[in-house]
């Protein structure tokens, strides 16, 4: 079983700063991919950056210059530093994880409980 817990929402002015967390831990040998996306109400849910085991990354256009993915692979954290927040940035952002449960069986999915966030102006 695979658990991801979501920490660093809240509440910011338009302009701040906040810095989200994203832990793996449970039954994997190795992460793939690790993303984040949001989901703002009566909207779908969008990815906003992925991150790939090989390092590359990629954002939405709304964020990029603005927000950046990392990740701690001793860790098994991703991570999702948002600067210059605009209020049309206020949504649930969830994490999500491709993990190998074994190297013998083939890649699964799996999303955070979400974190909320939301920009006032």
């Known amino acids: 079983q695979v658990q991801l817990v979501e920490s660093g929402g809240g509440l910011v002015q338009a302009g701040g700063s906040l810095r989200l967390s994203c832990a793996a831990s449970g039954g994997f040998v190795y992460i793939n991919d690790m993303a984040w996306y949001r989901q703002a109400p009566g909207k779908q849910r969008e990815l906003v950056a992925g991150?790939?085991?090989?390092?590359?990354?990629n954002y939405a256009d709304s964020v990029k210059g603005r927000f950046t993915i990392s990740r701690d692979s001793t860790k098994n954290t991703v991570y999702l530093q948002m600067t210059s927040l605009k209020p049309e940035d206020t949504a649930v952002y969830y994490c999500n994880v491709d993990v190998r449960p074994a190297w013998t069986l083939p890649s699964t999915n799996h999303w955070g409980q979400g974190t909320q966030v939301t920009v006032s102006s």
């Open positions: 991150f790939t085991a090989t390092g590359t990354t």
